[in-house]
Antibody, heavy 123, light 111 residues
Framework: EVQLLESGGGSVQPGGSLRLSCAAS????????MSWVRQAPGKGLEWVSD????????YYADSVKGRFTVSRDNSKNTLYLQMNSLRAEDTAVYYC????????????????WGPGTLVTVSS | QSVLTQAPSVSGAPGQRVAISCTGS?????????VHWYQQLPGTAPKLLIY???NRPSGVPDRFSGSKSGTSASLAITGLQAEDEADYYC???????????FGEGTKLTVL
């Protein structure tokens, strides 16, 4: 059974940094591209970033480009999201998800999702 | 404002059929990019319902079906049940934005 568990969320002041982690189990992590998707309180889903199975290719939404960095450690079955220069509008629940195999990674469906971790940016 | 437009809400009585639409443009749905649908029950993570316009993952009841035509896609739910009350989101890719895009979501109320 696929399991994804995000951690690292919390409260941070504007301009601060956080690193989110997503621990994966129940599948061969190194063969799946992965995504981060966020949801602001009471709002809809917003794609944040994608990373290929090897980590060699990364993709970002314009809203986070230059501030967030996605990475992965396939030896630890863990996905990361380094978030710098945080803003109030980054406040959201952050989900990690597996990308469906086949096709370009930004086009495919997100299959399995973790329960999410809440990031609050406030002074 | 999302590039994929969904009605904010839809409702139906148990046993009825409802349809949730997702309207895009020539740079996303109209360009042929796949549309995927997710169900989000209150307080939980999204769940994949339909992928590649019309395909159901294993375990998703055949009461749920997807279709696509031109610049729009639609999710149909037949035999409505109380447990279907949730938010539903469409997702595609937009070549003008070079972004994965989600619709704003439609809240389904089972009367």
């Amino acid at each position: 059974e696929v399991q994804l568990l995000e951690s690292g969320g919390g409260s941070v002041q504007p301009g601060g940094s956080l690193r989110l982690s997503c621990a994966a189990s129940g599948f061969t992590f190194s063969t799946y591209a992965m995504s981060w998707v966020r949801q602001a309180p009471g709002k809809g889903l917003e794609w944040v970033s994608d990373i290929s199975d090897s980590g060699g290719n990364t993709y970002y939404a314009d809203s986070v480009k230059g501030r967030f960095t996605v990475s992965r450690d396939n030896s630890k079955n863990t996905l990361y999201l380094q978030m710098n220069s945080l803003r109030a509008e980054d406040t959201a629940v952050y989900y990690c998800a597996t990308d469906m195999m086949g096709g370009h990674i930004v086009v495919v469906a997100r299959v399995d999702w973790g329960p999410g971790t809440l990031v609050t940016v406030s002074s | 404002q999302s590039v994929l437009t969904q009605a904010p809400s839809v409702s139906g009585a148990p046993g009825q059929r409802v349809a949730i639409s997702c309207t895009g443009s020539s740079s996303n749905i109209g360009a042929g990019y796949d549309v995927h649908w997710y169900q989000q029950l209150p307080g939980t993570a999204p769940k994949l319902l339909i992928y590649g316009d019309t395909n159901r993952p294993s375990g998703v009841p055949d009461r749920f079906s997807g279709s696509k035509s031109g610049t729009s896609a639609s999710l149909a739910i037949t035999g409505l049940q109380a447990e279907d009350e949730a938010d539903y989101y469409c997702q595609s890719y937009d070549s003008s934005l070079s972004d994965v895009v989600f619709g704003e979501g439609t809240k389904l109320t089972v009367l």
